[in-house]
């Protein structure tokens, strides 16, 4: 029914219904990659992966190689990663530095970190050719249009569209309130990225960051168990509390589901959303009061309470990203192919915070976000039976129907009604935003 | 040779505890502030203060122990086993009162579901002589895996 190219995707998202085909049909996965990823702002970066002339990472967007890269000008270039002789991919590893030039490894043609041809060995050969310096069609061909904003690299392959600003809309705070956190206003990649492939529909991963029900009933067994040690090692402590990070995973056992209702989802154009509500991560332990002198004496009293009162837990910018500004997390999403996604993990320093604080970031970096995670285990469980009962023919629609009726609408956001932070208004609104996209 | 032959056997037991699934034993092998350590790659020196697949205390352990146990770990439900080979045994350093520094090298099969994936690598150890035996102060575990994407994650020690 979908072999058309120009398919008619009126018909597959209702209001509160979605057509099952939309995650498992390999055509229509094929034109999201075309209309959605390579079409809108995809993250490539941070800056600081980067930070010397020639330094450079490899990032598919879509289903496109690229390559982004830090010229000798400072500047940041996202160039297909093709050499435009032959259509070998240039960098074969996922970073490294490049040195003055790429050198091409199959013909050794040579490219300036813009992408502008250096040189074509034996240039004889090619005289009175097409081939050559005053051809552009001989440079590296670049991502249409880049952007940076306070440090995070983006690209669009589109020349047309909204700016990255437009289109980040006030999604954008997961970079404001992440940088505003460091007393130094920017933040610092720890360089180090984990890796997890899952066997599902890139979708399902954006749909589960915002599902403030899922956590209660798919990570009690880590919030328990985590409860269990926790409360033994409170009774140990002269303080009378455990570490920061049993809170973190015991949090999803002791944060019961009506008190996730108390939280809230805001949604935007474009599918992007914030879920509001916070872990408790602002006690007033020693590290903490020490981090708010910091931060006090860089931003003064006034503007330092209204950084850390920013009441965010997760921030979904559509189609592939989702950060945790306030522990500095960020996960980057590459569809790999209808069933198949890449998550590529990141976390963040704060510029001019003290180590604690780092280190409360990287407690769940490591615990929540790494290869051996706690948490996100029972989630790839989770996508993988969904995308397996949603390849079959049990039925033909998914639901989206929670709270449906009660999202209240202003100017173009929405949210969800008054306790009902579980509200599927989330979802609802990335499918409305599906069928923009795919139907322009 | 005689402390070769009991370490040696002291890594089989670590190992054979795992494959059986005798996590609380598992554990007691440790001291009481023995790490259990897996870096994201070789180059790293330390396990404090910066990011790891694994780095955990005995308390953390037992978060993972009981999480394993939890009847909802949903993604340890379905058939799950693990085959370990640990070969390679070399005394690297050995003091007075008989603690050692030991590498070795290991390879393990694990069946999930219908999925078989093979990880192998590097052990170092860091063993405190008891009166029986060893404890384990430090085990650092090298995956060449590492490198790569992690197709599945890992839900128990390697």
Redesign the interface.
């Given at each position: 029914m979908l072999r058309e190219r120009n398919a008619d995707f009126s018909g597959m998202v209702e209001p509160d219904r979605v057509r099952k085909e939309v995650y498992t049909d390999r055509q229509i996965f094929e034109l999201e990659m075309e209309r959605i990823h390579e079409t809108v702002w995809i993250y490539c970066g941070h800056e600081s992966q980067v930070p010397k002339a020639g330094d450079y990472v490899t990032v598919q967007i879509g289903r496109q190689p690229m390559i982004m890269v830090r010229g000798a000008n400072g500047k940041v270039n996202v160039l297909y990663n093709r050499c435009p002789h032959r259509g070998n991919m240039l960098c074969g590893d996922r970073n490294g530095n490049t040195g003055d030039f790429f050198r091409c490894s199959y013909h050794a043609w040579t490219f300036h970190h813009d992408g502008k041809l250096k040189n074509i060995p034996m240039k004889a050969a090619y005289e009175g050719t097409r081939y050559g310096k005053d051809n552009p069609d001989c440079n590296v061909k670049h991502a249409a249009r880049v952007q940076n904003y306070r440090g995070f690299v983006f690209a669009s392959l589109a020349s047309e569209g909204p700016s990255l600003k437009t289109f980040l809309g006030k999604s954008i705070v997961a970079f404001d309130d992440m940088c505003d956190r460091a007393p130094a206003g920017e933040v610092e990649v720890?360089p180090?990225c984990?890796?997890?492939?899952q066997?599902s529909n890139w979708k399902l991963f954006l749909e589960n960051q915002l599902d403030a029900l899922h956590p209660s009933v798919?990570h009690?067994?880590?919030g328990?168990?985590?409860h269990?040690?926790e409360k033994i090692?409170a009774k140990k402590a002269s303080g009378g509390a455990a570490p920061l990070s049993?809170h973190m995973?015991s949090a999803f056992a002791t944060v019961t589901i009506d008190k996730w209702d108390d939280f809230q989802t805001i949604n935007y154009p474009y599918g992007h959303c914030i879920l509001t509500g916070y872990m408790g991560l602002r006690p007033q332990d020693p590290d903490t009061l020490a981090y708010d002198k910091v931060m006090i004496k860089a931003y003064g009293r006034k503007r330092f309470e209204k950084i850390v009162g920013v009441n965010i837990h997760h921030v979904l910018v559509y189609p592939g990203l989702s950060v945790q500004s306030p522990l500095q997390q960020l996960r980057a999403v590459r569809p790999l192919g209808v069933d198949r996604t890449?998550t590529e993990i990141w976390?963040f320093r704060l510029k001019g915070a003290p180590?604690a604080i780092?280190?409360r970031s990287?407690a769940y970096?490591?615990?929540v976000n790494?290869?051996?995670?706690?948490i996100?285990?029972?989630d790839?469980?989770?996508f993988w039976k969904c995308h397996q009962g949603l390849a079959s023919d049990g039925g033909d629609w998914v639901s989206l129907g929670r709270h449906h009726g009660r999202d209240i609408e202003k100017n173009g956001e929405v949210s969800s009604g008054p306790k009902m932070g579980t509200s599927e208004a989330p979802m609802r609104n990335q499918m409305k935003a599906w069928a923009k996209y795919m139907q322009p | 040779m005689k402390e070769q032959h009991d370490v040696e056997q002291f890594l089989y037991r670590q190992s054979e505890l795992l494959d059986t699934k005798q996590w609380k034993k598992w554990i007691d092998l440790f001291t009481p502030d023995g790490i259990y350590w897996?870096p994201?790659n070789a180059s790293y020196k330390t396990w404090e203060?910066?990011?790891?697949?694994?780095?955990e205390d005995r308390?953390?352990m037992?978060?993972?122990?009981?999480?394993v146990l939890?009847?909802?770990?949903?993604?340890q439900?379905p058939l799950w086993e693990t085959n370990h080979v640990v070969s390679n045994v070399s005394i690297k350093k050995e003091k007075k009162n008989g603690d050692v520094e030991v590498t070795s090298r290991f390879h393990m099969m694990e069946l999930r579901r219908d999925d078989v994936r093979h990880f192998a690598g590097s052990y170092f150890h860091k063993l405190k002589k008891t009166k029986k035996s060893y404890a384990i102060q430090l085990q650092r575990v090298d995956m060449a895996n590492v490198q790569?994407?992690?197709?599945?994650?890992?839900?128990v020690w390697v």
């Open positions: 720890v180090n984990f890796r997890v492939i066997h798919v009690q067994s880590t328990r168990a985590a269990e040690v090692l049993y995973l890449l976390h180590e780092y280190r990287l970096y490591n615990l790494s290869p051996a995670t706690l996100n285990a029972d790839l469980e989770n | 897996m994201p203060g910066q990011p790891a697949i694994f780095a308390n953390l037992t978060v993972r122990m009981l999480r939890h009847p909802d770990a949903w993604s439900r790569a994407a992690y197709d599945y994650v890992l839900q």
